[in-house]
């Protein structure tokens, strides 16, 4: 009887979210219309989105984007990015258009690309962390566009994870971090970028570069012409634009590192230099693919930025699944394509 009463009290009845699909146009109405009536109330929900799965609040509602705040853990000084459904709704609530935001809008939009854009009143201090700017991001993945489109407000959405661990790019890794804090998943399938949204501030001249993503350095230059691109060091003097770029970020629970390794001889060598036990480490490679026997498990992800990108975090979440203490990643290509998914991994590891 004792043992019962324990028991229950140790294990308090958790409210587990729901979990609506959209792989049919009569579910992903039913799910447009059920996450359209939650925002409405000022909840949060779990969105997907074609970079990261975002958690999503009515922008213009103080309190509930507050919730977003409490339910990641998030620090009250890290702005948050609006989702917008059209040109005509990004404008609106920026308080300035320059020439640049028309020039990237144009070229990437809707996409993974989020623009700092001086922002007007009507956008609650708490979104920007009290700043004069607002990030707006005009995603390209249809539900989205469909849920804001059917609001008729722009939503708030930072990743939906818990603060500084690993964006999702799933339903599943929603529901296992933040599946009892919310009310509501929509499962729009695999992110198809894979990794957090380029972040650009058109609100200096040349603009610059907060947050490098899928959309590189060489296209946004391209797309600029003549202005060109800063590329913003978070590490310099320089003030912190981007509060997000903290150095710790994006991280599993195992211990990371990037590695290059001649053969299985010099990755067992330098697996015992790091105290990492080979049983309880997890390798991620494109190409060096090794043999070594006890190795807690290998994932090979294609030799394509694109597809890489795509796989990183499912497999990173994937190995703290499966109990890893140490993840190694062999050491990545040179080239701007490459240079997002480089800093998720520096950020990773540190
Ligand atoms: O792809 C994405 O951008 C995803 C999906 C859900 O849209 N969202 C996302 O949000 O990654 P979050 O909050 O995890 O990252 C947004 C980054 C943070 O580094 C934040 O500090 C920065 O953008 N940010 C937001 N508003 C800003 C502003 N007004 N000025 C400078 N940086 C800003
Ligand atoms: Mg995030």
New binding site residues.
């Given amino acids: 009887m004792e043992d019962r009463q324990s028991t229950a009290v140790m294990s308090p009845v958790r409210n587990i979210a729901e979990i609506l699909p959209t792989h049919t146009a009569a579910l992903f109405d039913a799910a447009v219309k059920r996450a359209a009536e939650l925002l409405r109330t000022g909840e949060v929900v779990a969105l997907p989105?074609e970079?990261?799965?975002?958690l999503a609040a009515n922008a213009l509602d103080a309190a509930a984007v507050a919730r977003i705040f409490a339910v990641k853990g998030r620090p009250a000084h890290?702005?948050?990015?609006i989702?917008v459904c059209d040109l005509a709704m990004a404008r609106r609530f920026a308080g300035k258009w320059p020439e640049t935001a028309e020039k990237l809008a144009r070229s990437f939009w809707p996409g993974?690309l989020?623009l700092?854009l001086p922002r007007t009143k009507e956008i609650p201090d708490i979104v920007?962390a009290g700043?004069s700017?607002?990030?707006v991001?005009w995603?390209s993945h249809p539900f989205m566009q469909a849920v804001i489109r059917e609001c008729g407000f722009p939503l708030a959405?930072?990743?939906?994870n818990p603060s500084n661990f690993l964006?999702p790019t799933n339903a599943q890794h929603v529901q296992s971090t933040l599946g009892d804090r919310i009310k509501l998943i929509v499962d729009g399938g695999q992110s198809q970028v894979g990794i957090?949204?380029t972040?650009v501030?058109v609100t200096t001249t040349p603009p610059a570069l907060?947050?490098p993503?899928m959309i590189h350095v060489e296209s946004l230059a391209a797309a600029l012409g003549e202005t060109g691109l800063r590329s913003a060091n978070s590490t310099s003097g320089e003030t912190l634009?981007?509060?997000?770029?903290l150095k710790k970020h994006y991280s599993p629970n195992a211990r990371l590192r990037i590695l290059s390794w001649k053969d299985d001889t010099d990755l067992r060598r330098q697996l015992i230099a790091l105290g990492a036990e080979v049983s309880r480490t997890q390798v991620v490679v494109y190409s060096a693919i090794p043999a070594l026997p006890g190795l807690g498990g290998v994932s090979v992800i294609p030799h394509d930025a694109e597809a890489y990108a795509r796989a990183l975090y499912a497999e990173l979440h994937r190995c703290d699944n499966e109990g890893a203490e140490w993840i190694v990643v062999e050491s990545l290509p040179e080239g701007p394509e490459w240079q997002a998914i480089g800093d998720r991994l520096r950020r990773a590891a540190s």
């Fill in positions: 989105t970079t990261v799965y975002g890290n702005p948050i990015i989702h993974p989020t700092v920007t700043g700017t607002v990030g991001r995603p959405a930072p990743s939906a964006s957090e949204s972040v501030d907060l947050r993503g634009k981007s509060p997000g770029q």
